[in-house]
């Protein structure tokens, strides 16, 4: 069954059998070698804008500082000490190097910016902060971002441009759109 459907396959799109190429760790059946695939944005810690706000962690309107600890419970798990105020969030933690031996403090602010959301015309309006990617690397990236990013082995939190980060369903087989392609045509249950 799955020859037959991948021989359909072939004929109906003109693309070769998809196979994976193990020197490159990526999917590929155009004959095309590729480089190794991206990070994955899921396999990063997140630090999210709203769930700050959420957590009434991030005010709009108090001008006081808040400190604390934020944990992400992985394993190991992570704690990173934090000041924020509306303007940005100061964060403070150790990264170890590659290897897991070489430890090194890392302590910067990330500016915030609140941006106006809804509809004024209907009376309703929010404020969203966003943070100000801090990247060093790219001449300052100052992208806004409600998500900054931290890939294991990475020393800040940063944009998914700036850690060259991908969702993994980016990153899924050409044989995923073929199964999808069959599924809609009835040949897959």
């Given at each position: 069954k799955g020859k037959k459907?991948?021989?359909?396959?072939?004929?109906?799109?003109?693309v070769k059998k998809p196979t994976l190429n193990p020197g490159s760790g990526g999917w590929y059946g155009d004959g095309v070698t590729r480089p190794f695939p991206k990070r994955q944005v899921e396999d990063?810690?997140?630090?999210?804008?709203m769930e700050l706000v959420r957590q009434e962690l991030l005010f709009r309107?108090?001008?006081?500082m808040l400190q604390g600890t934020l944990t992400w419970k992985t394993y190991p798990p992570v704690e990173i000490r934090f000041e924020s105020c509306?303007?940005?969030?100061?964060l403070q933690y150790s990264v170890t190097d590659k290897k897991g031996q070489k430890a090194t403090n890392v302590d910067y602010t990330l500016p915030i910016e609140w941006q106006q959301k809804g509809r004024p015309e209907e009376s309703y309006v929010y404020f969203s902060p966003v943070f100000l990617c801090p990247s060093e690397e790219d001449d300052n990236c100052g992208k806004k971002a409600s998500k900054l990013y931290l890939p294991t082995g990475g020393g800040k939190f940063l944009?998914?441009?700036?850690?060259?980060?991908?969702?993994?369903?980016?990153q899924d087989s050409p044989g995923r759109e073929a199964r999808k392609f069959f599924k809609v045509v009835g040949l897959l249950k």
């Open positions: 459907e991948m021989d359909l396959y072939k004929e109906l799109l003109g990063c810690l997140v630090l999210s804008s309107l108090k001008d006081e509306p303007r940005y969030i100061r944009c998914r441009d700036c850690h060259n980060l991908a969702y993994r369903s980016e």
